[in-house]
């Protein structure tokens, strides 16, 4: 059922990002190529927070990736701002790259265990010449400070010194240090303990509205970006399955992998029944997806209509798009 | 980094002899002894600690300390010169090749392989003897040519070696995501090679050089031996090609350059290893 | 389906490796600035040069060189070998080389492993104890002084002061099984005293790492006996390692047989390439080490198959790197 | 200087005294071992330091790889212990009254190892080999091409004019100039052996050897060669029994002097072959060894410098003279012969006929400074000189140094040329360096010498057949060279060559002497040629018998180590 489609498009003014029909395909071995996102199309509204939700493997982080252009994608269009960044040359990319900043997975592996914390903050000012000494020093510690560290306990050590958490607000403040419009996180939160999560959860929900941010927020998990976000894209190898605002998706799921990522969500409350409806087996491989819809081969619904036809995104409530033959009423 | 004081006792040994080994190819020409030709016809083959012969002299009339101290010039000059060309040309490729991937990855890698697939030694010799071929026979090779054209082929050499080891580095490093990030902010790819990749692949390359230091002394031995070295240049090599027809009756011809090899190459080899395990204990950390 | 293109691409991989090698090889020969046939038979006449020019292809550009001597070497015609007196061929050296190199180094390998996997296997089962530590810091000892130095030294001693064995040359099986083992022993030594440093540490190293996983502390929980579990569940694994880099140092083993075999006189396939170098006998040159990185090659492809049907992860592993 | 130079000298003259005394008890101790008695069998590695390059005509083998090739051929003549010539496979040879009329008859009975007889038919066929008749004959499609190219022989046998056979055994010489010692040229100090025809004719002849000798061919590489008894030998011991004893041997080739030493130490090889010119430390080692038998040679052997006379800068007579007068000869005996051999005090040693201190440039430090100032003045320039040594040794490398030292302290620079052997032959002849240190000559006698010190063997006869034919076929037309080829100084001196040709043909001894002495003094009055030091060569053994004991063919012992080692005929092993 999951599928493409450019129906959930809103095309206004205030798109921030606009993407069309991206595709990023890997070629791993001769006549070996994984298609890791196929003809994915969304777009963010300023002030947005986008969740793209999905299992591991599914083309998140590789789409999160594709529209920095960390690679370039092998087709598609990267709108930011107006600008297509897929057609920019190098040196206008590089500095069009920087009204949108990302936060990694792995907090540890994205600090250069080299340099200090002060170093690694001061990088992106450097590049860009942002000020004279004294300015950035006073922006370092302005940011640090947001971020809930004391600049003058940290600035010297290194990344290694600190705790997963602490790297995640160092590598939150570089991240803003370019005062970008846009921030991509990807899975900011899947490599920490959960009693830290909702710090850092808090931590981008409160920059977001200091800093005035456009958000995309990527995570496998549904519980994480319920809070966060204002609109829910779900997606299946390399395609998008349902987009809604949160608040639809998770009482009402129209697709059928959504209900079955919902379902696998635990259930505090010891009184409701567990729903039966469970995942079974694992994804096919990205290298062979299945014909039609991609998720037919673990559907409960899926007829033989799923294997022939890939299904087109289309509303079936207000603000709720989904790429299915037989969507759930 | 690093404190000598932090350092255990053997490590510390080793350090101050290369420390010796490296004021002697700097100042041992300075130092007032007669040159490492200088026969003394009338002490032949006397054995060490005898008057005037600290090590004693070979068969050949030659002091042996002062043998020992141009040959550590020698072989000193000769193993840094090429693991540092070798060293550098090899950790340029490797680290162009794993950071821009592709065709010239596979050119480069293709490249190294087909180096390694010639064992050291033998290329080491097929390099010196085609190099070393004078274009008129009768015309003389001089020294400085000759330990040019062990140089280059050492370097060649080691170029393979040392190109794989950062290339893999690299590979490890790259995918780090600090890279993106870096990438991400607008960096150009020269400064993300040189602020974030050469200062992460270095010290593990310097511990590998250290290695490589060992190993190129030992193959200038090994070619001095078979012959091919700088026979008349005074190396260590040259001395144990020297000592070793003497061996039966004077032994001590081939034991000292021995020993000053060996020693050097343990140090060298303890201090590569010491660094490595630094900078494994502190990966380890991260 | 997927492992058999896995072996052909590894395999073409191969091959590509070795046709650069050779052509390598005989590039440099190219690039000589004097008349190679000149130097390969520097007594001999003009009509004779020019002959051996025309015969190996001398007259042609590098790369019609290059296929001429390739086409030679696929049909066993590895050049010929010339002095004042005539000729002899390379392939006949080598014939007669080839087996004495190989036994050499077998016995090396096998003497190596043999020492050293008790040793690996000890100091792992004692790491950090006084026994590690002996073995390890003695090791680490042997493993800087160079082959050759040992080659010399063990003559001095066994050789010449106590007479225990020979010094050089080499006995065939025909002339006894002792003898001719008597004339390896002192090649064997020299070489394998370095190789020996190499897989202990190696072997100690894997094993200490195995001795940490978690199906060891499992093992141990279950009662099974200490050295059960040395060998059965520690050794095992490990070993891929040790037998990987044992067919892998075989290259390196035939760089030290050179010196070592001119040492001991042993006439093998490293004192040819010697004879050939000192004699500047090119061709000769050539030949060997397309011999050489025939045989690298080889024990590559033998690593990966023998390894691949060991241990799956490594196959995938190696295919990765 | 003068007292240490004096003082030097008696510790040489004592040294030496001690090396004759101590190889005359080994011979003597060789000789109680013959008390036992030979024991028959075993095989036998005998190291050497030596290639072998081939076995035909061209193929010049060196020193002691000629005494491997020594068990399969045997020589026509051979040299008695006192140094006289004696008839060896040759029954007999007679001369006319002017000397220049040669009967040789050759000894009954003795049979090629393939089976053909040794008459005259085959002497005549070795002859005219040696002379390149074959090889020119060849070329002009009357024989097989495969007899081989010429070799340097052609230049010994440059002044016979006609070889013929008279009868079945016989073989009459005719040569355009007298030679009273005519023996000694057949002799070729022991290179000139007896080739089988098939050997000669055959197109295998350089990898084939078939002779006479005690021992056949098994097989033959550059590195080795491995011989066995020939069951039909026609010499019998002293008892009437078989000979050899032994049942083969293998010549191994051992560049470097330690494997050889540690070789016969650890019984690995039955005995092995040196030369003090860069091995006399192992040597003196070895006599010091219990166990080791070592025979050391008389010092015979005549090490020249030679200086190319064609180019610059020994075409000057003063470069020449610096050069000889630079070189201190008693610090090279010490350091490098460990006293081993001798001071030189003229191009041949005292043993030989020539002999002559008159004129000889010894080390003399001012004089050569004054030579290098006068070489200044003559040509503008300072002297300067490239010096070809093999690098491969360490000996010969520390025996150049210490010629570059030496001349450096006499204002000669000296560079250092690395070459390989057979690079240093094949520039040898003709001469392509300045200047080569090469033995070459050697021997009591002047059948080996000559060659080296004249300008043209056949004395520019236009009779020689060679310089008619080279008349008139254009691709011959570069032969007459190799008459000269042998001096690769390549000086032309008419006096001293008019000297020693004279000589060769006198039949008084005192007056031959004379004119002999004349010519030596001439040759080092004009520095034509130099050396440095005379040396020896030894032998030394393990579990061996009966070496240096049979007597020769014609009787009386043979001369027993040489630059070719021993005669492996009589040895046994006592294993």
């Known amino acids: 059922m999951a599928g493409s489609g450019t129906a959930h498009m809103r095309n206004t003014v205030d798109s921030v990002l606009t993407v069309r029909d991206l595709t990023v395909e890997f070629r791993v071995a001769k006549d070996k190529i994984v298609k890791a996102v196929s003809g994915l199309s969304f777009d963010v509204v300023r002030g947005e927070t986008l969740a793209i939700v999905g299992e591991s493997g599914c083309g998140k982080t590789t789409l999160a990736r594709a529209v920095l252009q960390l690679p370039p994608p092998n087709a598609g269009e990267v709108v930011l701002n107006g600008t297509d960044l897929t057609l920019l040359p190098k040196e206008n990319l590089r500095s069009a790259r920087t009204s949108m900043q990302m ?68 590598s939150i403040a570089r991240a803003l240090a370019l005062d970008p419009r846009m921030l991509i996180c990807d899975e900011p939160v899947s490599a920490l303990d959960v009693s830290i999560q909702a710090q850092i959860l808090n931590l981008l929900l409160h920059m977001k509205e200091t800093f005035g941010l456009t958000m995309v927020f990527i995570s496998h998990d549904l519980a994480v970006v319920k809070a966060i976000s204002t609109r829910v894209m779900v997606m299946y190898l390399g395609k998008i399955c349902e987009v809604a605002p949160p608040d639809v998706l998770y009482a009402k799921p129209a697709h059928h992998y959504t209900r079955a990522l919902l379902n696998s969500v635990p259930i505090p409350d010891p009184t409701k029944q567990i729903r039966t409806e469970l995942l079974q087996g694992e994804p096919p491989s990205p290298m062979n997806p299945p014909s039609g819809c991609r998720f037919r081969t673990r559907c409960v619904g899926a007829s033989a209509l799923c294997a022939e036809q890939e299904p087109q995104l289309r509303e079936v409530s207000p603000g709720q798009f989904v790429a299915c033959h037989h969507p759930i009423v | 980094m690093l404190k000598f004081k932090e350092l255990s006792k053997p490590t510390q040994l080793c350090v101050l002899w290369i420390g010796l080994m490296l004021f002697l190819a700097v100042f041992g020409s300075f130092l007032p002894f007669e040159h490492w030709t200088f026969v003394y016809e009338d002490d032949l083959g006397v054995t060490p600690f005898s008057p005037g012969h600290i090590l004693g002299t070979d068969n050949n009339g030659y002091d042996l300390l002062t043998s020992a101290i141009a040959g550590t010039r020698m072989s000193i000059f000769i193993a840094i010169t090429a693991v540092g060309l070798g060293g550098l040309i090899g950790s340029a490729l490797g680290i162009t090749a794993a950071f821009v991937r592709g065709k010239v990855d596979l050119v480069l890698s293709t490249a ?90 270095l010290p593990a390359l310097i511990a590998v050089a250290f290695l490589a230091i060992g190993v190129v002394i030992i193959a200038e031995a090994s070619l001095s031996l078979l012959g091919v070295g700088i026979p008349d240049g005074g190396s260590w090599g040259g001395m144990i090609a020297r000592g ?21 190459v343990v140090s060298t080899n303890q201090i590569g290893e010491v660094l490595r395990n630094k900078l494994d204990g502190r990966e380890a950390k991260v | 389906m997927q492992k058999l293109s896995f072996w052909l691409q590894r395999v073409s991989q191969l091959l590509v490796v070795l046709l650069l090698v050779t052509f390598g090889v005989s590039l440099l020969i190219r690039i000589i600035p004097v008349d190679l046939a000149t130097i390969v038979m520097p007594v001999a006449d003009e009509t004779q040069r020019a002959a051996f020019r025309a015969s190996i292809g001398l007259d042609k550009g590098p790369i019609g060189y290059y296929l001429q001597w390739l086409g030679n070497f696929v049909h066993g015609d590895l050049g010929n070998i010339y002095y004042s007196g005539g000729t002899e061929t390379v392939s006949g050296h080598l014939i ?51 082959g050759f130095a040992i080659g010399l030294i063990l003559i001095i001693i066994v050789g010449t002061k106590f007479e225990w064995l020979p010094t050089l040359g080499y006995a065939t099986f025909s002339e006894g099984i002792w003898e001719h083992f008597k004339h390896m022993i002192m090649p064997v030594l020299s070489l394998s005293l370095g190789l020996i440093a ?11 790492a195995s001795l940490r996983e978690d199906y060891v502390t499992m093992a141990m929980s279950k009662g099974l006996s200490d050295r059960r579990i040395l060998w059965r569940h520690v050794f095992r694994p490990s070993s891929v390692t040790l037998f990987t880099s044992a067919a892998l140092s075989m290259g390196g083993l035939i760089g030290g047989a050179i010196v070592i075999e001119s040492i001991f006189a042993t006439y093998g396939v490293g004192f040819e390439i010697f004879a050939a170098i000192g004699g500047r006998q090119y061709i000769m040159l050539q030949s060997c080490v397309a011999v050489i990185a025939l045989f690298y090659v080889f024990f590559n492809l033998v690593v990966d198959i023998g390894s691949g049907f060991v241990d799956p992860r490594t196959r995938d592993r190696r295919a990765n790197a | 200087m003068k007292s240490i130079f004096t003082g030097g000298r008696r510790k040489v003259v004592a040294v030496m005294a001690i090396a004759l005394v101590a190889s005359l008890t080994q011979v003597s101790s060789s000789g109680a071992a013959g008390a036992d008695t030979p024991k028959r069998g075993g095989n036998i590695t005998v190291g050497i330091f030596d290639s072998f390059p081939g076995y035909c005509m061209a193929d010049n083998l060196a020193n002691s790889s000629l005494m491997g090739a020594r068990t399969i051929y045997e020589t026509w003549v051979e040299q008695r212990a006192d140094g006289k010539i004696v008839p060896y496979l040759l029954k007999s040879f007679e001369h006319s009254a002017d000397n220049k009329t040669w009967l040789l008859t050759v000894r009954d009975g003795i049979k090629f190892h393939d089976g053909t007889p040794v008459d005259a038919t085959a002497l005549l066929l070795n002859i005219q080999a040696l002379r390149g008749a074959l090889y020119v004959n060849g070329l002009i499609g009357k024989t097989p091409k495969s007899t081989g190219k010429l070799g340097t022989a052609v230049g010994f046998t440059a002044n016979i004019q006609d070889v013929v056979a008279i009868g079945a055994m016989s073989v009459q010489v005719s040569l355009f100039q007298p030679e009273s010692d005519y023996p000694e040229s057949l002799y070729a100090s022991g290179r000139f052996f007896a080739r089988a025809p098939s050997q000669i004719l055959g197109a295998d002849c350089s990898t084939k050897p078939v002779g006479t000798g005690a021992f056949k061919l098994v097989s033959t590489e550059l590195t080795k060669l491995v011989v066995a008894a020939n069951p039909d030998y026609w010499r019998k011991d002293a008892k009437g029994g078989k000979l050899p004893y032994l049942d083969g041997i293998t010549f191994t080739f051992l560049p470097d002097a330690q494997p050889r030493v540690s070789g016969v130490k650890s019984g690995s090889l039955a005995a092995t072959m040196f030369t003090s010119a860069t091995e006399a430390k192992q040597i003196k080692d070895l006599q010091k060894n219990k166990n080791i038998t070592t025979i050391i040679s008389p010092t015979d052997y005549y090490p020249t410098i030679w200086m190319n006379h064609k180019i610059a800068p020994f075409s000057s007579k003063n470069a020449r003279l610096a050069l000889s007068h630079a070189l201190d000869r008693e610090k090279w005996l010490k350091v490098r012969q460990k006293g081993l051999g001798m001071v030189p005090d003229s191009i041949v040693g005292p043993n030989n006929i020539m002999y002559n201190k008159k004129n000889y440039a010894g080390f003399d430090l001012a004089a050569a400074k004054a030579d290098v100032a006068a070489y200044k003045t003559e040509t503008g320039k300072d002297l300067e000189f490239s010096l070809p040594y093999v690098s491969a040794s360490a000996d010969a490398t520390a025996n150049a140094i210490l010629i570059q030292q030496m001349c450096a302290a006499a204002g000669i620079k000296v560079n250092l040329l690395s070459q390989t052997t057979a690079e240093a032959i094949a520039k040898a002849f003709p001469m392509q360096y300045q200047m080569l240190p090469l033995l070459l000559m050697e021997g009591t006698g002047t059948g080996f010498i000559l060659p080296f010190l004249v300008s043209d063997m056949s004395a520019g006869n236009p009779n020689h057949f060679i310089t008619q034919i080279a008349a008139k076929v254009p691709a011959l037309k570069g032969l007459p060279v190799y008459f000269g080829i042998l001096n690769i100084s390549s000086f032309k001196d008419t006096v001293s060559e008019n000297l020693l040709f004279a000589a060769r043909g006198e039949s008084n ?42 007597p020769l063919a014609a009787g009386g012992p043979r001369r027993l180590v040489t630059n070719f080692g021993i005669d492996w005929t009589g040895v046994w092993s006592t294993k």
């Open chain 3, 96 to 146: 007669k080389a080839m087996p004495r190199s190989l036994l050499l180094m077998s016995y090396t390998q096998i003497f190596a492993l043999g020492v050293a996997i008790p040793l690996g296997v000890l100091s792992a089962y004692r790491a950090g104890r006084r026994a590690d530590r002996v073995i390890s810091n003695t090791l680490f000892i042997f493993s800087s002084i160079p």
């Open chain 1, 103 to 170: 936060i990694f997975q792995d907090p540890i592996s994205s600090l250069d265990p080299r340099m200090t914390v002060h170093q690694l903050i001061d990088e992106p000012l450097e590049i860009w010449d942002r000020g004279n000494r004294a300015e950035r020093d006073e922006r370092i510690n302005k940011l640090l400070q947001s971020v809930g560290l004391e600049p003058e306990l940290v600035l010297n050590r290194r990344s290694y010194e600190f705790s997963g958490g602490q790297c995640q607000r160092i």
């Open chain 2, 112 to 201: 190294f392989n087909v180096g390694l697939a010639i064992p050291n030694l033998v290329l080491a010799l097929a390099l010196v003897s085609v190099l070393a071929s004078n274009v008129d026979m009768t015309v003389v090779v001089p020294i400085w040519r000759r330990v040019m054209v062990l140089i280059i082929s050492l370097t060649i050499v080691l170029i393979p070696i040392l190109g794989r080891i950062a290339r893999g580095a690299t590979l490890t490093w790259s995918g780090r995501e600090f890279v993106t990030a870096a990438r991400s902010m607008g960096m150009r790819d020269s400064q993300i090679i040189k602020k974030h990749i050469v200062p992460n692949v």
């Open chain 3, 198 to 208: 190499q897989y202990t540490r190696l072997l100690r190293a894997d094993m200490i």
């Open chain 4, 509 to 550: 001894m005192a007056k031959k002497k004379k004119l002999y002495q004349q010519a030596t003094a001439q040759i080092q009055a004009e520095a034509h040629v130099t050396n440095i030091s005379m040396l020896a060569y030894s032998l030394s053994y393990k579990n061996l018998g009966g070496v240096g004991e049979l």
């Open chain 2, 244 to 264: 070793r027809n003497d061996l039966e009756y004077s032994p001590h011809v081939l034991y000292i350059p021995v020993i000053f090899l060996a020693i050097t």
